[in-house]
């Protein structure tokens, strides 16, 4: 550490000539109206010494200029940084007296244009710079970047700039809004994001998506000729009242997700289906165990331990599925007296959405479905582990250390489990090979057939052959996506939900019946080129900002980075 006084040993000093100060406007262009009389480097900072040229002022208050001056003093102002360090302006300044005698103001400091303000003690080029930084990286790693640069400020002042930043004043609405809604706290509380869809800006933000909010907003900027959304009815209430002459569009990525949606609720279902063995399954079984020395491990099926989704690790009826019978058979005994569901709901305790849920199941094998056709890591190994059983090997933990092998990265408990029917039987049955996940088939179903490998294809087909209802789905997603690609819903919309309704999928009848409410929307979705593309991406910069000041901001300060920030 330099001794004390090592600093001001080293001090330099120049006088600045005529040269000089030419030079110094160059690098700081703001400093151009001022006489620079002196430069000095007291090695923590850099100093500028410099006066007004002008010879007189105008009062703040009623404008007038004077000449009289009543005395002065030396003023310090923060200037950003020159070579790492802080660089300051000392500034003399006078005080003059207003020549007025209406005026209330006696005596007034003079300014430096595009150098000073009243009350500040950074100048107004560095104050801009903050305020900027402020608005890309908020408060603490704006103040962190400053001290970088040689600039010390508080991640307070810089979020106090930000605050101060005038916004565009927005008199109407543009003539193609975007309509969005934004998660503040996930699952709780969301906003709503207003923008123009001809140029990505942000033209407002509301602290919540009621209808009412959307209806005030578009009735104090008129102007909306299209509106486009997704289709929250909330938005379709509210931009109906709020701009009834405007067309509303429901946006095409959001039809897509909500049909991925229901597709995936689906295939959950009839999952099953593909859980049965191949008809060309046992003869594969018996050609692989002839080629094994002509040894038979295919066992007498009822020697066989055969799973059974009903049933847990050690043959008993898994609580998921007598939960789920006990609560459908009183759920279905209280609706049969004619109680409401929402007295079932306050009488059980079971959420408003789970009774009604239960009380639109034709049966409790409905409900069941997910419970008995759950997808596990250990089902690709199931078919290893049985074989390896009827083979003579029953120790867990060596299976457990075979599995590691191949990949397997569960727990040895995990594998006991599965095998501790198999001591009660003579041998373990050969379950089917494992059936593609729910999801991976959902998205088999929603690729464009072109854009599938040659093996994801044949997987299609075989997965079509064996179930109808998959099958079926399939043809009303295939529809559905001719009909969004080609701007052809006017006239085949009505087509399609008809085929829908007429088949059964009660997944997707729901998604007929939602559409139907929201018809009109739907169809201008699927005719018109307009879509909600700039407002995803602006929602997913709402992400981006309110991340980075890890959630600590106010829905005020998260509004003002997001209307600024450029698109």
Same mark, same amino acid.
């Given at each position: 550490?330099?001794? !004390?006084?090592?600093?001001? $040993? ?5 006088? +600045? ?23 000095? *480097? ?21 404008? #007038? ?45 003079? @300014? ?18 903050? !305020? ?45 809004? %975007?309509?969005? *809604? ?29 209808? $009412? ?22 938005? $379709? ?10 067309? @509303? ?42 080629? @094994?020395? %002509? ?8 020697? @066989? ?31 049969? !007296? ?32 997910? $419970? ?23 120790? #867990? ?33 050969? =379950? ?21 490998? =040659?093996?994801?294809? !044949?997987?299609?087909? *075989? ?7 998959? *099958? ?27 085929? +829908? ?67």
């Amino acid at each position: 550490m330099p001794p !004390a006084g090592a600093a001001s $040993a080293r001090c330099l000093v120049w006088d +600045v000539s005529e040269l000089g100060e030419s030079l110094l406007t160059v690098l700081f262009p703001h400093l151009a109206g001022l006489r620079l009389r002196r430069v000095e *480097d007291t090695g923590d900072a850099v100093v500028i010494s410099a006066s007004s040229r002008a010879g007189e002022a105008g009062c703040p208050r009623c404008g #007038a200029l004077s000449s009289r001056v009543h005395g002065g003093y030396t003023r310090t102002v923060a200037d950003g940084a020159a070579g790492g360090r802080p660089l300051l302006v000392a500034l003399a300044v006078r005080r003059f007296r207003c020549l007025q005698d209406q005026c209330p103001v006696v005596t007034f400091a003079e @300014q430096a244009g595009g150098l000073t303000e009243r009350y500040r003690r950074r100048s107004v080029p560095l104050l801009g710079m903050l !305020a900027r930084t402020g608005l890309e990286l908020a408060g603490r790693a704006g103040a962190r970047l400053a001290g970088a640069l040689g600039i010390a400020v508080h991640p307070s002042t810089v979020l106090r700039l930000v605050m101060a930043l005038p916004e565009p004043q927005v008199t109407a609405a543009p003539e193609i809004l %975007g309509v969005d *809604d934004f998660a503040l706290r996930k699952g709780h509380v969301y906003g709503t994001v207003l923008v123009d869809m001809g140029t990505g800006d942000v033209v407002g933000m509301l602290p919540d998506r009621e209808a $009412a909010t959307l209806e005030a907003w578009l009735k104090e900027h008129p102007g909306a000729a299209v509106i486009c959304r997704d289709r929250a009815g909330a938005y $379709a209430e509210g931009a109906r009242a709020g701009a009834p002459g405007a067309i @509303q569009v429901a946006d095409r990525w959001h039809l897509w997700h909500n049909l991925a949606e229901y597709a995936e609720k689906t295939v959950a279902r009839h999952r099953g289906c593909l859980l049965a063995a191949d008809p060309g399954a046992e003869d594969s079984n018996d050609k692989g165990a002839e080629a @094994q020395d %002509g040894q038979d491990c295919q066992p007498d099926p009822e020697d @066989q331990a055969p799973p059974d989704g009903y049933l847990d690790a050690s043959g008993r009826e898994r609580r998921l599925v007598t939960r789920t019978q006990e609560r459908y058979a009183d759920i279905r005994a209280r609706l049969d !007296a004619g109680r409401s569901q929402a007295a079932i709901s306050r009488d059980t305790g079971l959420t408003a959405k789970t009774v009604r849920r239960f009380a639109r199941a034709e049966n409790v094998d409905e409900l069941l479905v997910k $419970a008995v056709t759950r997808e596990s890591k250990l089902d690709e190994f199931k078919p290893y582990l049985c074989r390896r059983w009827n083979e003579g090997m029953h120790d #867990a933990a060596g299976l457990h250390a075979e599995l590691r092998e191949q990949g397997w990265t569960g727990s040895a408990q995990t594998v006991r489990r599965y095998t501790a029917p198999f001591r009660k039987t003579t041998a373990a049955a050969v =379950p089917p090979p494992a059936a593609p996940k729910t999801r991976q088939i959902t998205r088999l179903l929603l690729t464009r057939p072109d854009h599938l490998e =040659p093996g994801e294809q !044949a997987q299609l087909t *075989d997965i079509r052959a064996r179930c109808p209802h998959i *099958d079926a789905l399939a043809s009303h997603v295939t529809a559905f996506a001719e009909m969004m690609a080609n701007l052809t819903g006017s006239s085949a919309l009505d087509t399609w939900l008809a085929a +829908v309704e007429a088949d059964d999928q009660p997944e997707l009848r729901s998604l007929a019946t939602g559409i139907r409410n929201d018809k009109e929307a739907v169809i201008n979705g699927l005719t018109l080129r307009y879509s909600s593309g700039r407002v995803e991406g602006t929602v997913n910069k709402i992400k981006t900002v309110k991340r980075q000041m890890y959630g600590r901001a106010s829905f005020t300060l998260l509004r003002k980075r997001v209307i600024l920030h450029p698109a």
